[in-house]
């Protein structure tokens, strides 16, 4: 059968051999799983969830059988990077030869990203958009931060609000070169005219609080003026070392505190006090080779995890939740079902998003077909292409349907 709907019509997805829905009302443990089930999404929202023989007969304009495959909630990937120009391979393979990691190849990136045409940025934020659907991620937060003037930042976000449903002003990422020497003058600009030009292509501001970047003091005084323009918080926080970054995201009342690679405990009780969700990027880490979060001593206190890519040219250049999936259970030791949850319900809530990252009635009709039995095959399967199709809002989404 033909695995297509239109926005307007309906398809039933049935023989999904185990489903997560991330309700447990609707099934067991904390995923909600449901064997042999069934999925009928109408008009872009899930409609009727149960077991395949409990389908409503003639249910869906169009039906995809998926042979006993495994369905989960697209992923919710809350934290990327996508509008920039070229690569910094080099700087990776040297760095791999042991040169350390100091945020200094932003340059690199902002240099090439302001002489590149609008075109061009926009064609690489649609290869890594299509590039993520295929691996499963229907939901994209996207940030700007690789233009660091007002005319570039603005232009960023017109990128990628264009071509991504969560757009991030991140134009406090690292000290614009023009005003090196001299932050705080930057800090102005960006709180000023930048904010100002870029307030209405976003929803999110975002900071660099670390070493290398902007202090707690900056930092603060960059999400107050997004929030006097109507952007809600979020922070790159304790990524390079022990510092103020998550300290000062739960004082702004943070959506998400991002990285968490190195916290202190008073950190780790602040997020367990909080609704500020902590979002790990192991993708990141493992490409700078760098030491992992720990995301048991974030778990066991009760903060909430969320698991994202960190998609950008220096530190993370991957579009692939399902590897963050198998880093998070190899390496964060998190277990198969709190990653799987944290890749698509934590990515929600640190997006503040109640629509996505399950598939309850009235979410929306994200799914994900996995060319596995059982979800536990994302961590147990690493590197391997396990997406047999993406569907969003009931739609294929996965630009080329390759089975
Ligand atoms: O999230 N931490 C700051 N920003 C990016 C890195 C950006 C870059 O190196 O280009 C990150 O890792
Ligand atoms: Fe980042």
């Known amino acids: 059968m033909t695995p297509a709907a ?61 042979g006993g495959r495994a369905g989960i909630p697209g992923f919710v990937d809350s934290h990327a990077h996508l509008v920039f120009a070229g690569d910094r391979a080099e700087e990776y393979a040297a760095r791999m030869a042991g040169r350390p990691y100091a945020a200094g190849g932003i340059a690199t990136t902002v240099a090439a990203t302001r002489r590149a ?14 590039e993520a659907a295929r691996a499963g991620t229907t939901t994209l937060e996207c940030k700007s931060g690789y233009g660091l003037t007002v005319e ?20 406090a990422h690292v000290v614009a070169p023009e005003y090196a020497g001299r932050p705080d003058d930057y800090v102005a600009l960006v709180c000023g005219p930048m904010v100002e030009a870029c307030a209405p292509h976003a929803r999110w501001v975002d ?11 900056q930092a603060a005084a960059v999400l107050a003026a997004g929030a006097r323009h109507g952007l809600a918080p979020r922070v790159h926080a304790n990524q390079l070392g022990p510092g103020p970054g998550v300290r000062v995201a739960v004082e702004a009342q943070a959506a998400s505190a991002d990285h968490c690679t190195h916290l202190a405990d008073a950190d780790v009780d602040l997020l367990a006090q909080s609704a500020t969700v902590a979002t790990l990027l192991p993708a990141c880490d493992f490409s700078l080779r760098a030491p992992y979060p720990d995301a048991r001593r974030l778990l066991d206190a009760g903060v909430t995890v969320a698991l994202a890519t960190d998609c950008n040219p220096g530190t993370s250049y991957t579009t692939s939740m399902p590897l963050c999936v198998a880093l998070g259970v190899r ?32 979410a929306r009709g994200d799914l994900v077909v996995l060319d596995a039995p059982s979800y536990l095959h994302l961590a147990y399967r690493p590197g391997v292409d396990l997406v047999w199709g993406t569907w969003r809002r009931g739609e294929r989404a996965d630009a080329c349907a390759r089975r």
């Open 6 to 66: 239109g926005s307007g019509g309906s398809v039933a997805f049935f023989h999904l051999g185990q489903l997560v829905t991330n309700d447990p009302g609707l099934g067991d443990g904390s995923l909600g799983l449901v064997a042999d089930a069934a999925v009928v999404v109408e008009t872009g929202r899930v409609a009727w969830v149960g077991r395949t023989a409990d389908l409503p007969e003639g249910a869906g304009d169009t039906a995809v059988d998926a």
């Open 117 to 130: 045409t609008g075109a061009e940025l926009a064609a690489t934020v649609d290869r890594l958009v299509a």
């Open 152 to 171: 570039h930042e603005q232009r960023s976000l017109e990128v990628a609000g264009a071509r991504t449903e969560e757009t991030t002003f991140l134009g």
């Open 207 to 217: 900071v660099f609080c670390d070493r290398g970047a902007f202090d707690a003091d």
């Open 331 to 362: 390496e964060l030791h998190m277990t198969p079902e709190e990653a799987l949850w944290a890749a698509t319900a934590g990515g929600a809530r640190a997006l503040r998003r109640d629509d996505v990252g399950s598939l309850r009635v009235g």
